[in-house]
C-alpha cells in the first residue's frame, strides 16, 4: 500500500486554516462548550481539520502552539471529579480551545470595541503622536526611522531567505523599536541592543537594503 502523502502546507496557511477554523466555529456556536459550542477539545479540532484538510497532528499542534503563544487561540483547562462504582475519586482534566478577540480582529479587522494601543493615556500631553502606514503610532519626529522599520518589518515577515523563527525573532525586536518610537525620548540603549542584533542576523539577500536604508536613520537615534 502507498504511503499516504502529507499536505504541503506552509506554516502561515497552516495557522491561517486553524485560525479560520476556531473563527468560524465561533461564528456557528449555540453555546459555549459542546458538540457546537465555540470551545473545542483537541480531539474534535484533529479530527475536524484531518477531515476537511487533511492535515496530519504535527501539522496541528506546533501550529496551534504558535497561535497561542500570539494569544490568538485561548486553552482554558476544567476539572471536575470523576467518582468510581468502588467509590473511589478521580480528578479528571478537559482542554478546551478557542478564539480570542485578537484572533477575532487579526481575521476581521480591528473593530471600535479594540482597545487603542495608547487606551487612557493623554499622548496629546506627551508630544506630537502619529500613525504610521503598520498602524502603529510613534513620535512624529522619528516618523522617517519608523516608516523604513515598516519597510523592513513587511519584507522580513514575506522573506523566502529566512527560516519562520528567525522572522519571528526580527519582527518582534522591530516592534520592539517601534514601541521606543512612540516615546518623546526613547531608550538609547534598548534601540541600539536590539538594532544591534537585526543587523548581525540580516546579512545577506534583499533585505540588506532595507536594513541599510534605516540603519543611518537608527544612528540618528542612538548617537
Do not use: C
Request: charged fraction near 25%; charge should be positive.
Amino acid at each position: 500500500m502507498a504511503k499516504k502523502k502529507i499536505p504541503s502546507y506552509s506554516n502561515d496557511e497552516l495557522r491561517q486554516m486553524i485560525l479560520q477554523y476556531f473563527y468560524d466555529r465561533n461564528s456557528n456556536a449555540t453555546s459555549r462548550k459542546g458538540k457546537k459550542g465555540s470551545a473545542v477539545k483537541m480531539k474534535d479540532i484533529k479530527s475536524e481539520l484531518k477531515a476537511k484538510h487533511g492535515v496530519i497532528d504535527s501539522q496541528i499542534i506546533s501550529n496551534l502552539n504558535y497561535l497561542i503563544s500570539q494569544d490568538w487561540v485561548s486553552e482554558e483547562t476544567e476539572s471536575k471529579t470523576f467518582t468510581n462504582p468502588k467509590g473511589i475519586s478521580f480528578p479528571q482534566k478537559t482542554i478546551y480551545y478557542s478564539i480570542t478577540a485578537k484572533g477575532i480582529d487579526k481575521i476581521e479587522g480591528p473593530s471600535q470595541f479594540t482597545p487603542k494601543r495608547f487606551e487612557g493615556i493623554n499622548i496629546s500631553a506627551t508630544g506630537s503622536v502619529v500613525t504610521i502606514g503598520d498602524g502603529n503610532q510613534i513620535n512624529v519626529k522619528f516618523k522617517d526611522a519608523a516608516q523604513a522599520l515598516s519597510e523592513l518589518r513587511n519584507a522580513i515577515a514575506q522573506s523566502q531567505e529566512l527560516e519562520d523563527a528567525q522572522k519571528l525573532d526580527l519582527v518582534t525586536d522591530i516592534d520592539s523599536i517601534q514601541d521606543q518610537l512612540a516615546k518623546p525620548n526613547p531608550n538609547k540603549s534598548v534601540v541600539k541592543m536590539l538594532w544591534g542584533g537585526i543587523e548581525k542576523t540580516v546579512t545577506a539577500g534583499t533585505l540588506v537594503e532595507l536594513i541599510a536604508k534605516a540603519a543611518p536613520l537608527i544612528a540618528g537615534l542612538i548617537n
